[in-house]
């Protein structure tokens, strides 16, 4: 199953009346992040890193999240460029779906990702569905 179903599974499990942010942000603020994430592979990142640390740190912390099946990044730092918003769980959700469902249909041109730089499809579907599970280890009951 391709990595970008797989995030659509798991975020079609939540129940929001059941839920909630045990981190910093609130789930609206969390949905609503991972949604500029997904929406930024394709339409371009607001910020990027260097070139250099791109194809150096960035690349091997790539590999690294991809051959363990685990990301592991600071839960609190927006996206560089991040239009940062509290909304709520609902819209954030619904927002991450509608991103989701565009790149699993988008065709044209990847863009660089802000600190892993030139990524294929499949990769950026592997780094967003990591990035949700990332997340999702701040949402319990």
Do not use: C
Request: glycine residues 12%; aromatic residues 10%.
């Amino acid at each position: 199953m391709p990595d970008i179903d797989l995030a659509f599974a798991r975020l079609e499990g939540l129940d929001l009346s059941a839920i909630e942010s045990t981190g910093d942000w609130g789930l609206g603020r969390v949905f609503n992040h991972l949604a500029q994430g997904v929406e930024f592979s394709m339409h371009g990142y607001p910020v990027q890193k260097p070139k250099l640390f791109q194809a150096t740190v960035g690349t091997l912390a790539f590999k690294m999240f991809s051959a363990r099946g685990k990301m592991k990044h600071g839960l609190d730092e927006p996206i560089p460029g991040e239009v940062v918003s509290e909304i709520s769980a609902e819209a954030g959700l619904e927002r991450l779906w509608t991103s989701l469902e565009t790149f699993r249909n988008f065709e044209g041109k990847m863009q660089p990702h802000f600190a892993y730089g030139g990524l294929s499809k499949a990769q950026f579907g592997k780094a967003h569905l990591l990035h949700i599970e990332n997340h999702l280890e701040e949402v319990g009951s």
